[in-house]
Structures are given as C-alpha cells and as structure tokens.
C-alpha cells in the first residue's frame, strides 16, 4: 500500500479468458473489481456498513475456457493413445488425465460462493470461489470491520438464518432484512436454474451427437477404426459427464427441477454402464470371431451399437422434451404460482 495506491490486494482472485474479479483492501473500505479484459467495473464496500460474509459451499468451474482446452487435450490424446501413435502418449493422456481430476476435486470440494451483505444488499463477490481464499480473506479483514463498528460477534454468521439475526435495524425508506433476504435468495435460486439447465442442455448435445456418430460407424463408417471408434466413444461419454455434473451442482438443491435431476442421474448410471458393457462386448467380439467368424461377429457388434445409439437417442430426445415442457419452471428455479 503506498500514497499513490492505497490498496492492498486480497486473496483469491478470478481471471478466465475474457472475465476477471479482484478484491482489495482500502484503508476505510473494500474494493471489489469486476470487468472483462475491455471495460471495468468497480464497487466500493465501506467497513462500517459491512454485515456479514456469507459463504456457500458449492461447486465452482471457475473459467470455462480452460476447461474447454483441458477437453480438447483429453481427446486428442485420447486418439493418439487408441491409434498407438506416438510413444509417449500414454505418458501425455495420464498427465492430462491427473490435471482434470484435480480440477474436478478442487470445482466440487474446495470451491464456494462467497457473498457480502450489507444494509441494502448482498452482491457476490466472485473472486472469492476457493475457501481457502474466502477463509484467509475474511479472517484479515475482522480486524479492520472490528475497528470501525466496534467487537464482533466471536463468530461471523454464515448460515441464512444467522445473516438474518446478525442484520442491523435499517432505516424506514430501506428494505427490511427479511426482504432483502428473500429477494437475494429468489435471484440466487434463477440463476442456479438457468446455470443448470443449460448445462443440461450442453449435456443433451453432446450425447446426441455421440449417438449419431454410433450410428454412423455401425452403418459402415470406415474413416475410423474399431479402436479409435471405441476410444472416441469413451471420450464423448468423459467429456458429456462433466456437464452432468456440473448441472447437478448448481440443481441440487432445487425441488422444481427434480424431473431433470432423475434424467441426469440415468445418464450417469447408463453412462457406467455403457463403459463397462463396452470391454465386455469387445471380449465377447474377439470370442464369437474366432469361434464362429468374422461375420456373426459383426453382426453382434453392429447389434450392440444400434442398441447402444438408440438409448442415447431416446435419453436426449426424452431430455430435450422435458426441459421444454417444463421450461419456465425450470427457468425460474420454481413452480409458476399460475
């Protein structure tokens, strides 16, 4: 912190391929900093009219774009490695392999959503999606709250209920707490729907797509072979995962969308068991070729994958329809009161 630049950054911060968010200390205030990498947008948050910190537990992806590279790398490695291309593709697939579990761990347990509440108010504050981060941020800043508005409670509430008894009396021309509350929970719930459902839907897509390029190969595709087919099929089915489970996240806690929670655990359980009965039905390939030729064991393998695409077909079909028959239920995060 010098005289030019009063401010001290905090930890945790959000920078992905076009979005960034910061915090900094002030000497009587917070500054929030939340743009993308062509405008800036900045918000004060004075220590005297802070509240309280809320932190949800929650899965946070944190920048798409890198996982949309982490994928790109999964697949191509995925293809070299079934193609037996290189040597040391086995050594990138496991390296890159290592990377997304890691993220995966670090998205769903070690990830939150981090809010401040004040008076009038709660906003997100989106460099905050790590608890460590959150943690390390709001233990520092105790000491500057403590001494504007006097002793803090010895614990700073963190639950709903506890915001709402830790929430000062405000002015007759503010909304109250329990309004506040209830507004910043409805707009919380929408968004948790719409992030959902579109994840559901980018879902949909890509088991869509797998279920075409099944069809495909078992109609005679010979561009690919039957590894880089049966690899490429493993591959659409990792990469359709991650938006499943990124949905479920933020529907989780969502009543109105239980319909749409049972069609992505089915694709999770067919999804399982699609890789399992993959080995066993290239086992059983190899033994009926050898054992009663090369032709009855097309013909099961051909079976197998038209059945394979059919059910793909129907879940996202079946997908498809539920979320646009129920669309504004699922939108809001609520059943319409019409």
């Not at 999606?129 to 614990?155: C, F, N, S, V, Y």
């Amino acid at each position: 912190m010098t005289p030019d630049f009063p401010y001290v950054q905090l930890p945790g911060s959000y920078r992905g391929f076009f979005r960034k968010a910061s915090l900094w200390e002030g000497v009587d205030h917070i500054l929030s900093v939340k743009g993308t990498r062509f405008n800036e947008e900045y918000r004060r948050f004075y220590y005297r009219d802070i509240q309280a910190f809320v932190v949800e537990n929650r899965a946070r992806a944190g920048s798409i774009g890198w996982w949309i590279v982490l994928l790109i790398l999964l697949i191509i490695s995925l293809v070299a490695t079934a193609e037996n291309d290189p040597p040391y593709s086995w050594v990138v697939l496991v390296a890159i392999s290592v990377v997304l579990v890691v993220r995966l761990e670090i998205t769903f347990r070690r990830s939150c959503r981090c809010s401040i509440q004040t008076a009038v108010s709660r906003e997100p504050l989106p460099s905050l999606m790590r608890r460590t981060a959150a943690a390390a941020t709001i233990a520092r800043l105790e000491g500057r709250i403590a001494a504007e508005q006097g002793d803090l409670p010895a614990e700073i509430p963190f639950k709903e209920e506890d915001v709402a008894a830790a929430i000062r009396p405000a002015d007759p021309s503010r909304p109250s707490p329990a309004s506040v509350l209830e507004q910043a929970a409805v707009r919380e719930r929408r968004h948790s729907a719409e992030l959902g459902v579109n994840l559901a839907i980018l879902a949909l897509f890509i088991l869509l797509i797998n279920s075409v390029f099944t069809f495909w190969v078992s109609s005679g595709g010979k561009l690919v072979s039957a590894m880089t087919a049966a690899w490429s099929g493993y591959s659409f089915i990792a990469v359709g995962l991650i938006p499943v489970f990124l949905s479920l996240s933020y529907i989780g806690g969502l009543p109105a969308l239980k319909g749409l929670r049972a069609l992505l655990v089915t694709i999770i359980v067919v999804s399982a068991l699609r890789v399992a009965m993959g080995f066993a039905v290239g086992i059983i390939t190899a033994s009926l070729v050898r054992t009663q030729g090369t032709n009855f064991g097309a013909l099961f393998g051909r079976y197998y994958a038209n059945t394979n695409g059919a059910i793909q077909f129907a879940l996202a079909a079946g997908g498809v329809i539920l979320i646009f028959a129920k669309w504004e239920t699922y939108r809001r995060g609520e059943k319409s009161s019409s």
